[in-house]
């Protein structure tokens, strides 16, 4: 999708000339830039023929409509597994941590941790992840609002930004799951990596990619057709970073 318009045409007309049939994007999710450049490509295969599949998250981010096929994790499910997780373990102060530019996957994630917060009567904290102009997320901010709020779990929008709550948590003295519990998604190799296994909601890559191959044949098979979104149901995966608590909550600044 870096590419122009007029070379993405050429690529989808040599591919389609080629004797492929169709093509399978993985979008940004976010607004702006990116969607627009996947837009570019959206057009070339469809000028050229080619069927396209969108895999995981919608294009142009949350809100927008449906362009093409979509199969991906049921990330409202996932949102609401991990929140009801935490409510269930007896934390009663559960902060969402949200990327500042969220995308379609993370805003379902962020509706699911929100209806599992109504269901169970507790208010919702979300807390915006800020990053600086190189991309790097400043956790100590978040950090900082946790406490302020008296949090004693946090979910990340995703496992990286799970893990970087828990180095900033562990790096101020805190326990976690004693503290603070932490959750978050994808069920990425980092959250085995270490002692302090972290809790996640696994996606189903297998099964995804089962359909998402199924989806295209059905596809190629009803050309016309209304398009379809095709969720699938992760797993929720219990580690150690939200086991029950072990010592009183933390009140104030944690020192």
Same mark, same amino acid.
């Given at each position: 999708?870096?590419?122009?318009?007029?070379?993405?045409?050429?690529?989808?007309?040599?591919?389609? !000339?080629?004797?492929?049939?169709?093509?399978?994007?993985?979008?940004?999710?976010?607004?702006?830039?990116?969607?627009?450049?996947?837009?570019?490509?959206?057009?070339?295969?469809?000028?050229?023929?080619?069927?396209?599949?969108?895999?995981?998250?919608?294009?142009?981010?949350?809100?927008?409509?449906?362009?093409?096929?979509?199969?991906?994790?049921?990330?409202?499910?996932?949102?609401?597994?991990?929140? !009801?997780?935490? +409510?269930?373990?007896?934390?009663?102060?559960?902060?969402?941590?949200?990327?500042?530019?969220?995308?379609?996957?993370?805003?379902?994630?962020?509706?699911? +941790?929100?209806?599992?917060?109504?269901?169970?009567?507790?208010?919702?904290?979300?807390?915006?992840?800020?990053?600086?102009?190189?991309?790097?997320?400043?956790?100590?901010?978040?950090?900082?609002?946790?406490?302020?709020?008296?949090?004693?779990?946090?979910?990340?929008?995703?496992?990286?930004?799970?893990?970087?709550?828990?180095?900033?948590?562990?790096?101020?003295?805190?326990?976690?799951?004693?503290?603070?519990?932490?959750?978050?998604?994808?069920?990425?190799?980092?959250?085995?990596?270490?002692?302090?296994?972290?809790?996640? +909601?696994?996606?189903?890559?297998?099964?995804?990619?089962?359909?998402?191959?199924?989806?295209?044949?059905?596809?190629?098979?009803?050309?016309?057709?209304?398009?379809?979104?095709?969720?699938?149901?992760?797993?929720?995966?219990?580690?150690?970073?939200?086991?029950?608590?072990?010592?009183?909550?933390?009140?104030?600044?944690?020192?």
């Amino acid at each position: 999708p870096n590419a122009g318009s007029e070379a993405l045409r050429k690529q989808a007309r040599v591919a389609f !000339q080629t004797g492929v049939k169709g093509a399978f994007l993985i979008p940004s999710g976010l607004p702006g830039e990116s969607a627009a450049r996947e837009h570019r490509l959206l057009a070339a295969c469809e000028e050229a023929g080619l069927a396209v599949v969108v895999l995981e998250r919608n294009v142009g981010g949350a809100g927008s409509p449906m362009l093409r096929d979509l199969v991906g994790t049921d990330d409202l499910d996932g949102g609401r597994q991990v929140a !009801q997780h935490l +409510y269930a373990t007896g934390r009663t102060r559960v902060t969402f941590a949200a990327p500042a530019a969220p995308g379609a996957s993370h805003a379902d994630r962020l509706a699911g +941790y929100l209806h599992a917060t109504h269901v169970a009567g507790r208010e919702p904290l979300v807390v915006e992840i800020p990053t600086d102009a190189d991309g790097r997320s400043d956790f100590g901010t978040v950090c900082d609002r946790l406490l302020a709020e008296r949090a004693d779990a946090a979910i990340g929008f995703c496992d990286t930004a799970a893990f970087g709550l828990m180095l900033e948590l562990l790096r101020r003295g805190l326990s976690v799951p004693g503290h603070v519990a932490v959750a978050g998604f994808d069920d990425q190799p980092i959250g085995t990596t270490f002692t302090l296994g972290l809790t996640t +909601y696994a996606q189903p890559a297998d099964a995804i990619a089962a359909q998402a191959v199924d989806a295209m044949l059905w596809r190629l098979a009803n050309p016309t057709a209304a398009y379809r979104k095709l969720t699938i149901p992760g797993r929720l995966v219990v580690r150690d970073s939200s086991r029950p608590p072990t010592v009183p909550t933390v009140r104030g600044s944690g020192s």
